[in-house]
């Protein structure tokens, strides 16, 4: 097992990253790119490739664009509403796990952009099946999200025949460096299945034994090839065009617009997934029991990357939040209907060997390998060096809403709805 000679990302990355004879990785080298690319000239190009889809007839929407009460949602919008002056349909999956304050961003976000939103509510009793199902098959609670939130936006371009989808960044590009901001990757069926989903489409989970019929996921299908290519549906990132910044654009977000914040259990990033009790929480301590990381070394490497901390204490913070335990959990196993044995014994199928091995008195301990692989040691003279400092990440002062805020809201109001 190897770790970046710059961040702290080892060989394990699901995502696969590869490391140069230097031992820095590709995510770090093609970090690099955004300082070196010229950035006006790429928004330009941007801009040309929005202006194509302006539709002129007025009758229907320029462009779909995916949103949920946080991550970059505001600052996509914000782009192509204000910035282009382009017309969207924004699209949303309900991934039930909703915090009231994801609730009021969200509310908040149709409003103060002036858009319109469809909303994807699959039913309950579907997605705690199919829920159950993804656990015990691959060790994810999280499955039915990201397949509803990687295909609703599909689903909805075909029906409505807006050919233009416009998504924040691909994280083939800005964690690991699979491509190039210059290979201008697109959206792809292809791409959702291996990573996104872990190999699982929707047709696979259907299943007697958990109750999931075909109908059942139906909701997840990817649109028919024809049916892509009649209207000639393309996704494009923003991140190949504008430099990717996804804490200033927060900041820039807040002030502007009052996005709020949220501290999270399991990261020092209070910004970007304060819409969901699960995200930073159970479902990435499942993580971390499963590939000993969590998403704090996501935000941690990309700080490094950003040149705003050291690799020590990048290193320092995830020492500090990736062993904690979840603060959700049994809101989770009551949700689900499990108990706590159940939910362990299942997650525990899906350690990998590589990370994880049994002592001698049957508890689980990290491999030696991959105990030094993740205790960063430090590379004097290998580090990029800082260039600014951020203050601490804000916090702002949570809006009112009559959504309970200790609990899912399957379907909230928010606060200007
Ligand atoms: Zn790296």
């Known amino acids: 097992m190897q770790t970046c000679t710059r961040c702290l990302y080892t060989s394990q990355h699901p995502l696969h990253l590869t490391f140069d004879s230097q031992g820095v990785c590709s995510g770090c080298r093609v970090h690099e790119e955004k300082d070196q690319l010229d950035w006006s000239g790429r928004a330009a190009k941007l801009g040309q490739i929005l202006e194509g889809y302006r539709n002129r007839s007025g009758n229907n929407y320029d462009c779909v664009i995916p949103v949920s009460g946080a991550r970059d949602s505001y600052f996509i919008v914000h782009t192509i509403r204000k910035r282009f002056g382009l017309n969207p349909l924004l699209v949303t999956y309900n991934k039930h796990f909703n915090t009231a304050t994801g609730v009021r961003n969200l509310a908040n976000l149709r409003t103060r952009m002036d858009c319109d939103i469809m909303t994807l509510t699959v039913n309950p009793v579907t997605v705690k099946n199919i829920t159950r199902h993804t656990m015990r098959r691959m060790g994810s609670m999280y499955w039915h999200c990201i397949a509803g939130q990687t295909v609703y936006p599909v689903q909805v371009a075909v029906k409505f025949k807006i050919p233009l989808i416009v998504w924040g960044a691909h994280q083939g590009v800005d964690q690991v460096g699979m491509y190039s901001h210059l290979d201008e990757v697109e959206m792809t069926r292809k791409y959702r299945k291996e990573h996104d989903l872990m190999g699982c489409e929707a047709e696979d989970i259907v299943d007697d034994f958990d109750g999931i019929s075909e109908q059942d996921v139906a909701p997840f299908f990817y649109p028919d090839n024809r049916e892509i290519e009649r209207v000639g549906v393309r996704g494009i990132y923003l991140n190949n065009y504008l430099r990717w ?115 001698e008195s049957w508890d689980w301990e990290m491999t030696p390998e991959a105990a030094s692989a993740l205790s960063f040691v430090p590379l004097p003279g290998q580090e990029l060096q800082v260039e600014t400092r951020h203050s601490d990440y804000w916090q702002t002062t949570p809006g009112k809403s009559t959504d309970a805020d200790n609990r899912y809201i399957l379907i909230g109001k928010g606060v200007n709805a």
Request: hydrophobic content about 30%.
């Open 245 to 359: 910044d996804s804490r200033s654009q927060h900041e820039q977000m807040i002030r502007e617009y009052g996005y709020e914040t949220l501290q999270q259990t399991r990261t020092f990033d209070t910004y970007h997934d304060v819409d969901c009790w699960n995200y930073s929480d159970v479902h990435d301590y499942i993580k971390y029991l499963k590939l000993g990381y969590g998403k704090v070394t996501d935000h941690a490497c990309r700080e490094i990357r950003l040149r705003r901390m050291t690799r020590s204490e990048g290193a320092a913070l995830v020492q500090k939040f990736a062993t904690l335990e979840p603060r959700n959990l049994n809101l989770f196993l009551d949700w689900l209907g499990i108990t706590r044995n159940a939910f362990q014994y299942i997650v525990d199928q899906h350690r990998s060997p590589a990370v994880w091995r049994r002592n």
